[in-house]
């Protein structure tokens, strides 16, 4: 049996005799061989795919033949739920072979906890914030506890690398490495994402180990959907109830006021209906998924806080009201059915509004298609850094500014933030008395105790930040949380404030802002409250969707109920005419305009931003399309026009300035004013998509983004040389002109053509240019023996052509630093292979020491006797055109890495292509 055979004996023996099992999942097989032969791995599977079994089994097979010593192995989860319910199964595996796992979180009696502490266990099972608590609480050794450490699996990995949670984590495993002084390995667990070898590259950080992708085929699923559209919430629960009664039903809905309104409208319906999302009590909540877990007639109204793998038991539907805002939800949430032997994945869907059923047909058509959303690890978490250098200084009893990134500058959160920047962030935290240095060594100052220091640093525990919240108590029982400002907002003349809460309503009695408790009795009836968010954003990928759903009917008929597929037809009928590919119609209306982008709430609400720049009007954002009132066509369609001469960084900061609403991170006090913005800006807005919604569409005929000047195109759009006089200088007065023609590469037809070039070459030079503050990929230039090709991947947008080629090993990459170019590149689904870092093989030539370093202007110098001129590195890559000092510096970047490697190559240097690790 393929993987069984390597598992230590015993193990081997326990899951043949003891569990009963005579093969192994694919998905389990490959993981055994990743795991086993020293790689780090992303495992993809879907929910009840075999994904723990993968993972623990390889892991307690090394514990046995290894002889690890305890604490082995890390098993990481992001909610406390999950870590609940995979708890026995873990354990009962363990104990198989004679080793314990032990559950730590804020739940955990602190006698258990210190029981671990004197005599720990193999696995312990954890959350980052708890593993926070241990690394600088002064009660646990974790230098001691940790020493044994060999293995992290993380569990919903894909749930961890978008947000702070997961920059959070991934500074805490560099910090454990530290501590450790080993090559930890790292596993992460994950269902389908469209980039997962970027989570790869996110769990990787300071690893030296392979990386391996355990993805193996997956027959496509059968699958019942239905659609339906409904006029209120009533009508759909009361076609709720008619197809749940006598089923196991989870009821999906997008926010907690709407489940609410939902469960209150499910009463009466013959169908016991339980609530289940974060403001309701841990109590209620695992209440309700015990009592689901053993009724037959059961329904769980509930947020996605039952999209993770949270075990219920035997599922026979799920049911979403509207539509989720990403397929990967709607996958996660499908893959709770279906597990049983003979019944199939369902999902029907009630949308109570034609955006929500355009919004739900067009999530399935893509997941129809195979489609799943990219995860975009954030690379300039400078708010998370903040929160580990106060950390830190806990951690270690006060730690030199000089000492502070070397514990955790290997973590993918902070792979874009240069080094004056940490020193920039130490100087504002020191100036505003967050930190306060003496002799040499930093530590928490008074600001910082205030902000950070209460309860014994419990705000210093996590990252997240949560609005303000009382807690609900009936009598002793904890009925749920509430944001304070619905209670401090109501109006008292208006009669006590009665709200719905865990289904059920209540009438406020005292409150006490002291303790955090609002104390409440029953009441007849109460409207749900108001959980203060920002309004639902759509991706661009998904309204893009959306617009082909109106352009083109294929085979949504067999999903549609009548009215469903009659109010689809007469949404189509209204836009007849009006959407062409690759265009944004402006519309005149009675009363102003309507620029139909279909490309997101995130790109139009910068959009709108500099609409109001260039117009002096408001422009109101949705997410498919931007309207302004009492402006002319013409105007409107001038300053549309306009729109590319915009400083975008500088439009978005003051954009999202004016949306931010409160803090949306505790740590922001900590931040420079331009870290701060960036923080606002990437929260809020999109300007990587705003740049290349700009770059590739037509608005009424006219594209909107100009070429470079002197630029002369094909027939087929396809790019000529540029008449550019390239040169650098090898001595003051003397210029040496380089051979290779250039061409600027903006159209899909023109890559097309550039891509058989490069299939035809040996070796290339590579580089890329981003933008400073948003990491946002704005050219390629990949350089040939005697063509240099300048590529916009804000025109193109898509990459594709030369995937395999930049992730094959030939041609050789000629690349300076290497790993910069290959997290770009990662960000885009992209893993470079066949690498020579210029980098690595100055430093093996001359030394890591070497006088003056090894940037590539040092290098070119020290090698080839020639100056570069660096003035263009810090410009403006996101706009277009580019100026002729750019595409001079953009082309010369790209040659000259091929006159080093020949370089190189005679003082007979090589490069192990930093980071080329195994299958990538």
Known sequence: MA?????????????????????LRP????????????????????????????SIFPVLSRILTEDLRPVSALYVCPIRALLNNQEERLQSYARMVGLEVFKWHGDV???????????????????????????????????????????????????????????????????????????????????TVGNPRVIGEWLQGSSKRPFRLVDPPKAKAARDLRVDLCADIGEAASAIGQIARGKKSLVFVESRSKAEKVAHALAGTGVEVFIHHSSVSRADRTLAEEQFAKGRNTAIVCTSTMELGIDVGDLDQVIQVDAPASVASFLQRLGRTGRRADTRANCTFFCLSPESLLQSVALLRLAEEGWVEDVRPATHAMHVLAHQVM????????ISRYKLMPWVEAAYPFSSIRPERVHELVDTMLEREILYEADGLMSLGKRGEKLYGRKNFFELYAVFTAPPVLRVQHGKEDVGYIQALFVTMHDRNKGPLCFRLSGRAWEVGQVDFGKGVLHVRPAAHGRVPSWLGL???????????????????RHEGAWLSRVASTELASMRESYDGLLEEGTAPLEDHPDGVQWHTFAGGAVNRLLAAGLEQKTGKKWVAGNLSLRCKDIPFTAAGDAIRSLADLNWERVAAGAAREMARGMLSKFQPCLPEEAEDRLRSERLLDQPGALRFLATVKVNGSRLAARPSGMRLADIEATGPLPLELAVRVAPGAAAALKNDVQWVDTPAALRAVSQDLRAADIVGLDVETALDFSTLCLVQIATRNRTFLIDPLAVGDLKPIVDILSGSVPVKVIHNARFERRVLARIGIALDGVFDTLEASRRARGTDALGGHSLAVVC??????????????????????????????????????????????????????GNRGNR
Not at 28 to 54: R, S
Not at 111 to 129: A, D, N, V, W, Y
Not at 163 to 189: C, F, K, P
């Open 109 to 191: 009696a602190d006698s258990k906890k210190q029981k671990f502490r004197q005599s720990p266990g193999h696995i312990l099972m954890t959350t980052p914030e708890s593993l926070e608590v241990m690394m600088i609480s002064e009660r646990t050794d974790a230098k001691a506890l940790f020493e044994g450490l060999s293995v992290v699996i993380i569990d919903e990995v894909h749930a961890f690398a978008a947000d702070d949670r997961g920059a959070h984590l991934a500074s805490l495993l560099e910090r454990l490495v530290a501590l450790t002084g080993r090559d930890v390995q790292r596993v992460g667990l994950s269902a």
């Open 27 to 54: 998905v389990q097989e490959l993981t055994i061989d990743a795991i086993l032969d020293g790689c780090n791995a992303v495992v993809l599977a879907p929910t009840a795919g075999g994904k723990t079994e993968a």
């Open 3 to 23: 993987g069984l055979p390597r598992l230590h004996p015993h193990l081997q023996h326990a899951i043949i005799h003891d569990l009963g099992w005579r093969s």
């Open 391 to 398: 950390a830190l200084i806990l951690q270690e009893g006060g």
């Open 535 to 553: 309004p639902g954003v759509l991706s661009n990928a998904l309204c893009q969707a959306m617009m082909d759903v109106l352009r083109h009917e």
């Open 861 to 914: 110098e020290r090698e080839l006797g020639i100056v570069l001129d660096k003035t263009s590195q810090t410009s403006n890559w996101s706009r277009r055109p580019l100026d002729v000092d750019q595409l001079k510096y953009a082309a010369l970047d790209a040659e000259v890495l091929l006159a080093l490697y020949e370089r190189f190559n005679e003082l007979g240097v090589t490069s192990d292509a930093e």
